[in-house]
């Protein structure tokens, strides 16, 4: 048993060259920091991150300086009689009285992608619809987000009997197939909520949106629930907040510096890629006629919309669908990225 | 089978059948939020007119009852009353007529899918970080995030409008071809890429290298011992390809004109036919939890790793 012998010399303080050995070779990097780098060498999460960037912006600038409106036909003048040249233009053509204009010398804001059958300039119709599926997609994720961790806290919590009836529902609500009961529950509530609702601040958002936010709050937030169940089960009993609570760390330490910081990627990644399924749900109910109520446009309906005139008008079809498919993508691949650079789970 | 293996079996059953009940049950009780219950729809009538039909259908009755009645037509005769827009036919004949053509559509897509994908999964594995593999991940990756409406509108245009070699509308000879592509193409795609990872993953098990020392050739190599295993968490997925054939199909008929059960649907759902709305829910959802059961239990069949919960 020679090596487990002790001299005396192995009791004397450190030289100044054996504590450099121990001294980091860097700062000392925090979770967030660390997890942040490595999302920007990702280099598909960056650009789709810059992407997503500059399609809010658009959603959200353009709007406020563009000279059309989305429901406002350009054919339509008080006064006048209506103006029939508007409707159904190709990008960048003009109506009569614009072309008069331009003649005598005017500037006209072009009209990019032409205008619908109505007279609508279809551009700001399509920033509107990128900025209504935007929209959805983010506040049904909180929907789902709020809904999903309340009860998955309260089941993972109160474990027993309460997790066990909850679970029990969750297992039902999840083996429904969801798409066709967003459908029922869309096309019901569009009537039944459609006279209540009127002139309330809920009005304004339309039926077939609330129905819409409700049905996500009904339906999609059993995956979430299941995750932040799971996640509050695991990490209870992970070696790291024995050896915490060993040390005599405190209840508020422990859900500070381990619960929290290793739950909440999880669960912010998980919001993140809600995002491109909520919108994806909206564009097909739109699309099926159960998404935003007419004159709103949203991705969806314009796609659909534009369905009938594909013979003369493909640019109509090509746009929307190229912003939902790109925006969807984009969402995707960023969402991807999220996880791996922050999931504290994945081996780097 | 042990008796491990039949409770699982029966549990999963049971499930299937719970959330049946709980479809039909939902859809009843949703369906009669509607003002004016659904029969009526929003049609004025006078108050004579409205007893009647009340009285004809049954819905003077109370909830519960009419719940009952609805509830055992379906069970004992697949009765789920009578069409509203559609006169004189049940909504059990209509959804049958419409069940033809589309399990025609939708099945064909799924064994397309099912084929294709499993090839080029393998076959990207195998050419794994080459250019081939590289294009058929970016390919896949794309289809994925393509709403299935949009990847129909696009053939529409670029094969019916533009280039018109192909039919439009989904009732002539040849026009189911654009609808089952469009049907086919995301889960060709996802099902590509689950058998690209999962065949990464067995390649590198120790049983194909010691099938390798032992000198089997490189096709019967793959296709003997790799996608036999790597085949596996593709049934998982026969369940959710189905949901999203049912669903996919409500759109992909709707733009092809298929005279199938998903366009009925969908007109139904604009014509505010109630009776149809839920002979149709029901229907549909029934056969995408049989499949989901059917393709977990065939999993558990195949693969004996798996251990019971």
């Not at chain 1, 006064?79 to 010398?105: C, H, V, W």
């Not at chain 2, 149809?276 to 790793?305: C, E, F, K, P, W």
């Given at each position: 048993?020679?090596?487990?012998?002790?001299?005396?010399?192995?009791?004397?303080?450190?030289?100044?060259?054996?504590?450099?050995?121990?001294?980091?070779?860097?700062?000392?990097?925090?979770?967030?920091?660390?997890?942040?780098?490595?999302?920007?060498?990702?280099?598909?999460?960056?650009?789709?991150?810059?992407?997503?960037?500059?399609?809010?912006?658009?959603?959200?600038?353009?709007?406020?300086?563009?000279?059309?409106?989305?429901?406002?036909?350009?054919?339509?003048?008080?006064?006048?009689?209506?103006?029939?040249?508007?409707?159904?233009?190709?990008?960048?053509?003009?109506?009569?009285?614009?072309?008069?204009?331009?003649?005598?010398?005017?500037?006209?804001?072009?009209?990019?992608?032409?205008?619908?059958?109505?007279?609508?300039?279809?551009?700001?119709?399509?920033?509107?619809?990128?900025?209504?599926?935007?929209?959805?997609?983010?506040?049904?994720?909180?929907?789902?987000?709020?809904?999903?961790?309340?009860?998955?806290?309260?089941?993972?919590?109160?474990?027993?009997?309460?997790?066990?009836?909850?679970?029990?529902?969750?297992?039902?609500?999840?083996?429904?197939?969801?798409?066709?009961?967003?459908?029922?529950?869309?096309?019901?509530?569009?009537?039944?909520?459609?006279?209540?609702?009127?002139?309330?601040?809920?009005?304004?958002?339309?039926?077939?949106?609330?129905?819409?936010?409700?049905?996500?709050?009904?339906?999609?937030?059993?995956?979430?629930?299941?995750?932040?169940?799971?996640?509050?089960?695991?990490?209870?009993?992970?070696?790291?907040?024995?050896?915490?609570?060993?040390?005599?760390?405190?209840?508020?330490?422990?859900?500070?510096?381990?619960?929290?910081?290793?739950?909440?990627?999880?669960?912010?990644?998980?919001?993140?890629?809600?995002?491109?399924?909520?919108?994806?749900?909206?564009?097909?109910?739109?699309?099926?006629?159960?998404?935003?109520?007419?004159?709103?446009?949203?991705?969806?309906?314009?796609?659909?919309?534009?369905?009938?005139?594909?013979?003369?008008?493909?640019?109509?079809?090509?746009?929307?669908?190229?912003?939902?498919?790109?925006?969807?993508?984009?969402?995707?691949?960023?969402?991807?990225?999220?996880?791996?650079?922050?999931?504290?789970?994945?081996?780097? | 089978?042990?008796?491990?293996?039949?409770?699982?079996?029966?549990?999963?059953?049971?499930?299937?059948?719970?959330?049946?009940?709980?479809?039909?049950?939902?859809?009843?009780?949703?369906?009669?939020?509607?003002?004016?219950?659904?029969?009526?729809?929003?049609?004025?009538?006078?108050a004579e007119a409205e007893a009647a039909l009340n009285a004809k259908y049954g819905l003077d009755k109370p909830l519960l009852e009419q719940y009952a009645t609805y509830l055992r037509d379906i069970v004992t005769r697949l009765d789920f009353g009578p069409s509203l827009k559609q006169r004189g036919r049940t909504v059990a004949e209509v959804i049958l007529d419409g069940f033809r053509v589309s399990a025609k559509l939708g099945l064909t897509a799924a064994a397309i899918a099912i084929v294709t994908g499993t090839v080029l999964g393998s076959f990207a594995a195998i050419r794994r970080k080459k250019t081939a593999d590289k294009v058929i991940m970016v390919v896949?990756?794309?289809?994925?995030?393509?709403?299935?409406?949009?990847?129909?509108?696009?053939?529409?245009?670029?094969?019916?409008?533009?280039?018109?070699?192909?039919?439009?509308?989904?009732?002539?000879?040849?026009?189911?071809?654009?609808?089952?592509?469009?049907?086919?193409?995301?889960?060709?795609?996802?099902?590509?890429?689950?058998?690209?990872?999962?065949?990464?993953?067995?390649?590198?098990?120790?049983?194909?290298?010691?099938?390798?020392?032992?000198?089997?050739?490189?096709?019967?190599?793959?296709?003997?011992?790799?996608?036999?295993?790597?085949?596996?968490?593709?049934?998982?997925?026969?369940?959710?390809?189905?949901?999203?054939?049912?669903?996919?199909?409500?759109?992909?008929?709707?733009?092809?004109?298929?005279?199938?059960?998903?366009?009925?649907?969908?007109?139904?759902?604009?014509?505010?036919?109630?009776?149809?709305?839920?002979?149709?829910?029901?229907?549909?959802?029934?056969?995408?939890?049989?499949?989901?059961?059917?393709?977990?239990?065939?999993?558990?069949?195949?693969?004996?790793?798996?251990?019971?919960?």
């Amino acid at each position: 048993m020679q090596e487990n012998e002790f001299s005396s010399e192995d009791f004397l303080p450190a030289t100044e060259e054996e504590k450099t050995y121990a001294a980091p070779d860097r700062p000392a990097t925090t979770f967030f920091k660390d997890g942040m780098k490595r999302l920007l060498q990702n280099k598909v999460a960056t650009v789709s991150a810059v992407l997503l960037i500059l399609v809010v912006l658009m959603a959200v600038i353009l709007p406020l300086f563009w000279p059309y409106g989305y429901s406002q036909m350009l054919g339509n003048r008080p006064g006048k009689p209506m103006d029939a040249s508007y409707n159904n233009l190709a990008p960048f053509a003009y109506g009569q009285s614009e072309i008069k204009r331009i003649e005598a010398g005017e500037k006209v804001f072009p009209h990019i992608f032409g205008t619908d059958a109505s007279g609508r300039d279809y551009f700001i119709r399509v920033v509107y619809g990128t900025r209504i599926s935007l929209l959805v997609g983010f506040f049904a994720s909180i929907i789902v987000l709020i809904v999903g961790l309340t009860v998955g806290a309260v089941a993972g919590y109160f474990g027993g009997k309460v997790d066990l009836v909850i679970m029990r529902i969750v297992d039902i609500i999840y083996s429904l197939p969801d798409t066709l009961m967003v459908i029922l529950l869309a096309s019901v509530l569009k009537t039944a909520l459609g006279a209540k609702i009127q002139g309330t601040v809920l009005g304004s958002l339309g039926s077939n949106m609330l129905s819409l936010f409700l049905v996500f709050a009904a339906l999609y937030w059993v995956s979430m629930a299941r995750l932040i169940r799971g996640q509050i089960l695991s990490l209870r009993e992970q070696e790291y907040v024995l050896s915490a609570r060993a040390s005599g760390a405190k209840a508020g330490w422990i859900i500070r510096k381990h619960l929290i910081p290793n739950c909440i990627s999880v669960v912010v990644i998980s919001t993140a890629l809600q995002i491109p399924n909520a919108i994806f749900t909206e564009s097909y109910l739109s699309f099926l006629g159960l998404g935003v109520n007419a004159p709103m446009p949203s991705l969806g309906s314009l796609a659909a919309e534009a369905l009938n005139g594909i013979h003369s008008y493909p640019h109509r079809l090509v746009v929307p669908a190229l912003a939902i498919s790109l925006i969807v993508l984009a969402l995707n691949l960023f969402g991807d990225g999220l996880r791996d650079a922050f999931d504290p789970k994945l081996k780097h | 089978m042990s008796a491990k293996t039949v409770g699982y079996i029966l549990k999963r059953i049971a499930l299937a059948a719970l959330t049946v009940w709980v479809v039909i049950t939902v859809t009843f009780f949703v369906m009669r939020a509607v003002p004016g219950g659904p029969f009526l729809g929003e049609k004025a009538l006078t108050a004579e007119a409205e007893a009647a039909l009340n009285a004809k259908y049954g819905l003077d009755k109370p909830l519960l009852e009419q719940y009952a009645t609805y509830l055992r037509d379906i069970v004992t005769r697949l009765d789920f009353g009578p069409s509203l827009k559609q006169r004189g036919r049940t909504v059990a004949e209509v959804i049958l007529d419409g069940f033809r053509v589309s399990a025609k559509l939708g099945l064909t897509a799924a064994a397309i899918a099912i084929v294709t994908g499993t090839v080029l999964g393998s076959f990207a594995a195998i050419r794994r970080k080459k250019t081939a593999d590289k294009v058929i991940m970016v390919v896949t990756t794309a289809f994925v995030s393509m709403p299935s409406f949009i990847m129909g509108t696009f053939l529409l245009l670029i094969f019916a409008v533009e280039l018109m070699v192909l039919p439009a509308n989904g009732a002539v000879s040849g026009g189911l071809i654009l609808p089952v592509i469009t049907l086919a193409l995301y889960p060709t795609a996802y099902i590509t890429r689950l058998t690209r990872s999962s065949m990464l993953d067995v390649l590198g098990q120790d049983y194909i290298r010691t099938a390798k020392a032992k000198g089997v050739s490189g096709v019967k190599l793959i296709f003997g011992h790799g996608l036999k295993n790597a085949v596996l968490p593709v049934i998982t997925y026969l369940g959710p390809m189905i949901a999203y054939i049912v669903t996919g199909s409500l759109v992909v008929e709707q733009i092809f004109a298929v005279p199938g059960i998903g366009r009925t649907f969908v007109s139904s759902i604009s014509g505010r036919d109630y009776p149809m709305i839920m002979g149709t829910t029901i229907v549909l959802s029934v056969l995408i939890v049989t499949m989901n059961l059917v393709s977990d239990l065939l999993y558990q069949a195949v693969d004996h790793r798996i251990t019971l919960k």
